[in-house]
């Protein structure tokens, strides 16, 4: 009877992890819908502060001062930035001036970066440029929040632009840290290395232009600062139908290689009927599997209860037999 | 009885017993490893350019020739001493430094030299997990294939974090150990911690003369039961202060201390004393030889090198390497690892393990010449460090001057966890100062500290080199001594299958024995006894299925016996 009973939860375990696992897909798309329409919201307003090239002004080109409590900090270190200009007379009211290294590679004295930016090559797959996009994309450890795991992230995590689009990205970090927006796998004959790249420390905003090849495909987008990919901070942008899909990018795609979870006895308020929490704990732990792997595990280890409830099922066919 | 069962007994035992026979009589032929099946690297890294040696100026800045294999970039001094801001834009994208990192401004006292220092750390992670391959990146060797899961403090930088987008090592500029910081006294300095890291850390600034709290930036003795809370992934936070006395001091991250601090959040801080001109290599990114040294070290020494001693727990680093869930690395890091029950496994001079320690941390020295040694002993435990061929003075403990009347020679030296020693070390031949010329091994003479991972050669040893005895490439000069260090220089050698003394003599007397091509006595034995078990399962078996035919030939016999009797009564 016992058996019958914890197969019955297991069961209703499996069923219990089912609808969590759909409600929770749901959740991803509903927020990243929100997502999409905060960026909008923002994008107009920033497109008078950031053009194709940096604002030079060494205050916080994005005002953040409600959200952020480090920008007094922000605040005084700007000013001794401030000193070094007055005392060693470097001008840097053009940055293009001081600061131009390349055509492919501008960067103005706080690190403020844009790299393999192309404002009029256009790609040999490409007849013209098909339209004229502008995407705001925000980085920062508050946009890790939705996803449990991670400790970075950009706002979305994946953009579609047509074949042959001009893309102006404004990419605003709101830490006080470096983030950046790397694109991978471009052609090489207009982008070096294949890549397009913006750099700043935040908070503060840079924008770079880029026109996309005329194929259908999927770039990879990340922040190479060492773990900032690997702990969430990774996306796509899709080109007309993509290409392959990015792994691990969080909420999106799935990672290649996987975590072990396990259930931790965690204190917790108890419940008043003994019965009730024995069952809570047995769905709890059948809820909790949220990666491939554990899912499968469980199935594994449910099967093999069966298994071994069958057992004595199957040895008592013969015994009758020969009793008979 | 049928005949053919005895004939097959006897045919086993005949059988066995030639086998045990031919056995003993010859043991293993030796294996031996050939050197192409080793995955070999050159001794000194030809990634670094051999210019990088040769004494220079850059931007203004001198730069002191260093002969070792793996010099310091000339461009990270130039940018050290006069400040990213100050240095041209060619210079600075020779560092690939943020053109932040290092800001140099304000000479307060008119002295001629920058009173107001900026310096900008990251918290960058080595050797981690990643969703997207199984293996770890950025990758930094301590030894040829040794890759510990570390965290560093590291200089603000630019760009990527791999040396470039096709490699999974790391930038150079990521590296263990955490940088050492040189600042004047009476400078006003602000270490600007920008926590890119996805762990709260912070930093303390262990035996340098800074205040409690700062007026604008608060709390600033790093300590998160003291005086500020943690500084979270994303966040910045500055350290500010003026030091009033000088000495060899210590940074470190305070949170998570018994963790933080054994996976590299610690690194060497000096104070120097205020001079006219004095331009310092603000950071000395690795430590090691000090190429512009600071205007009081040069009154009084002829070189200078910062000696960093770390210990880590292989344990601790694989956690990070184990899981990529932030999440997970908490739970194992603050609440599952017992440090109590820890070992360290890896010991570091300057970030490395020896042979790497030959490639950059090397005392490089001539006979006759004073040269100022800075330790500091960052590992878990107590140290003895020994220098062969040489006593030493100790001149400071802790960054404090030692009475000079009372300063004394030795050569082991004791260092505490934490604590700094300052040695003056004289390349005089009296057989005290010094033996002579020679390469002489300086190392930790715990038996453990010339280990990796508890098999030697290994751990934080290297050398004080004369210059008679240091090869072109800047490595010892040892080969007329029929030494060959090529073998250290082998991932095979730190996976423990190259055996180390095979090549000794030339038939590999202490070479591998190789498998035993008959049968080992416990397999001999295992296999007779099945096949006397087997046997003796044969007879049984014979005895009762005819056990009508024996009982009757027995009683036939019996009979056969009898009836003579019988007939004789
Ligand atoms: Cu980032
Ligand atoms: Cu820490």
Redesign the interface.
């Given at each position: 009877m016992a058996k019958t009973t914890t197969i019955i939860f297991l069961l209703a375990g499996i069923l219990a992890f089912n609808t969590h696992a759909t409600a929770q897909q749901q959740d991803k798309s509903s927020e990243q819908e929100k997502q999409d329409h905060s960026g909008h919201d923002m994008d107009q307003d920033k497109h008078d502060h950031s053009g194709h090239s940096i604002s030079t002004k060494t205050g916080p080109a994005v005002d953040h001062a409600g959200e952020h409590s480090?920008d007094?900090?922000?605040g005084?270190?700007h000013d001794?930035?401030h000193?070094?200009h007055d005392?060693?007379a470097?001008d840097h009211g053009d940055m293009h001036h001081?600061?131009h290294?390349d055509d492919d590679h501008i960067?103005?004295?706080?690190?403020t970066?844009i790299m393999g930016q192309n404002l009029d090559k256009l790609p040999s797959s490409c007849q013209s440029i098909s339209e004229e996009v502008e995407i705001t994309v925000r980085a920062?450890?508050k946009y890790s929040a939705k996803f449990?795991?991670?400790?970075?992230a950009f706002d979305q995590q994946q953009w579609h632009v047509k074949p042959c689009s001009k893309v102006t990205w404004h990419f605003i970090n709101e830490?006080?840290?470096?983030h950046q927006f790397m694109m991978?796998g471009l052609p090489k004959y207009l982008y070096k290395?294949g890549?397009f790249?913006l750099?700043v420390?935040g908070p503060k905003t840079v924008s770079g232009t880029i026109i996309v090849p005329g194929s259908d495909d999927t770039y990879l987008v990340h922040c190479?600062?060492?773990?900032?990919m690997?702990?969430g901070m990774k996306a796509q942008l899709v080109v007309g139908k993509g290409g392959k899909d990015i792994?691990?990018i969080p909420g999106l795609t799935p990672?290649?290689?996987?975590?072990r979870?396990e259930a931790?006895d965690l204190p917790k308020v108890s419940n008043k009927s003994s019965d009730k929490t024995e069952k809570d704990l047995l769905t709890l732990e059948m809820t909790n599997f949220s990666d491939p792997d554990l899912k499968n595990y469980g199935i594994m280890l449910i099967s093999a209860l069966i298994g071994l409830f069958l057992i004595p099922l199957f040895k008592k066919i013969p015994l009758h037999k020969k009793n008979d | 009885m049928p005949v053919h069962i005895f004939f097959s007994l006897l045919t086993f035992c005949m059988m066995s017993a030639a086998v045990t026979a031919q056995a003993s009589l010859k043991l293993p032929e030796t294996v031996k490893v050939d050197p192409a099946a080793l995955t070999g690297e050159p001794m000194c890294d030809p990634i670094i350019s051999a210019a990088w040696r040769e004494a220079q100026e850059i931007d203004g800045v001198k730069i002191e020739a260093s002969p070792g294999c793996s010099p310091d970039n000339p461009a990270w001094i130039a940018a050290a001493v006069k400040g990213t801001n100050n240095i041209s834009m060619d210079t600075l994208m020779k560092t690939g430094l943020s053109p932040d990192a290092i800001i140099k401004t304000d000479d307060l006292d008119g002295d001629g030299d920058p009173d107001r220092i900026i310096i900008k750390l990251e918290i960058m992670e080595l050797n981690g997990k990643t969703p997207d391959f199984p293996g770890v990146l950025p990758t930094f060797d301590i030894a040829p294939g040794i890759q510990p899961g570390a965290w560093v403090f590291a200089p603000k930088m630019s760009g990527m974090s791999t040396e470039n987008f096709e490699s999974i090592r790391a930038n150079p500029l990521l590296r263990l150990p955490s940088p050492v910081i040189r600042v004047e006294v009476g400078d006003i300095v602000q270490i600007v911690l920008e926590n890119t890291h996805y762990f709260p850390h912070s930093i303390h600034l262990h035996g340098v003369d800074h205040p409690f709290s700062h007026g604008e930036h608060g709390g600033q003795d790093g300590v998160p039961q003291t005086s500020e809370v943690e500084l979270m992934p994303g966040e910045r936070r500055i350290y500010q202060f003026q030091a009033r006395q000088p000495g060899t001091m210590f940074y470190h991250c305070h949170v998570q201390t018994h963790t933080h601090l054994a996976m590299g959040l610690a690194g060497m801080i000096i104070v120097e004393e205020n001079r006219p001109n004095n331009w310092l290599q603000t950071l000395n990114i690795g430590a090691g030889h000090v190429r512009h040294p600071s205007v009081a070290v040069r009154e009084q020494f002829d070189q200078e090198y910062d000696l960093h001693y770390h210990a880590m727990d292989k344990q601790l680093g694989e956690i990070i390497q184990k899981h990529n869930d932030p999440r997970l690395i908490a739970r194992d890091m603050n609440r599952r690892y017992d440090i109590t029950d820890s070992t360290e496994d890896y010991f570091t001079l300057n970030g490395l393990s020896f042979p790497y320690t030959l490639r950059e941390s090397l005392i490089i020295v001539e006979p006759d010449q004073k040269i100022k040694l800075r330790l500091l002993n960052s590992g878990g435990e107590q140290i003895a460090v020994h220098t062969h061929g040489h006593h030493a003075t100790i001149t400071h403990y802790d960054g404090v001057e030692h009475n000079p009347m009372a300063q004394i020679m030795r050569d082991v030296f004791d260092i505490a966890p934490a604590q700094r020693l300052d040695l003056k070390l004289e390349t005089v031949n009296d057989g005290k100062h010094s033996y002579g010329e020679g390469d002489w091994l300086i190392h930790d003479h715990r038996e453990k500290g010339i280990t990796t991972d508890g098999m030697a050669e290994g751990g934080s040893m290297s050398s004080i080199v004369y210059t008679s005895y240091l090869g072109k490439d800047g490595m010892p000069k040892v080969s007329h001594f029929g030494i060959d260090l090529n073998k250290y220089f082998t991932k095979e050698y730190f996976e423990r299958r190259l055996p180390i003394w095979q090549d000794l003599d030339e038939w590999a007397s202490l070479g591998s024995p190789g498998e035993r091509t008959g049968l080992d006595t416990a397999t001999q034995n295992l296999l007779l006894n099945v096949l006397y078990g087997l046997l003796a399962g044969l007879l049984i078996y014979l005895i009762f299925s005819r056990w009508g035919q024996i009982k009757q030939s027995a009683t036939a016999a019996i009979a056969r016996l009898k009836s003579p009797k019988g007939s004789n009564q």
């Open positions: 480090a007094d900090d922000h005084h270190d001794i930035d000193s070094t005392t060693h470097m001081h600061h290294m960067m103005d004295h706080e690190g970066m920062g450890r449990p795991g991670t400790a970075f830490d006080s840290i470096r991978h290395y890549m790249h750099e420390t190479d600062i060492s773990h900032h690997e702990k792994p691990s990672y290649n290689v996987t975590d979870y931790e | -």
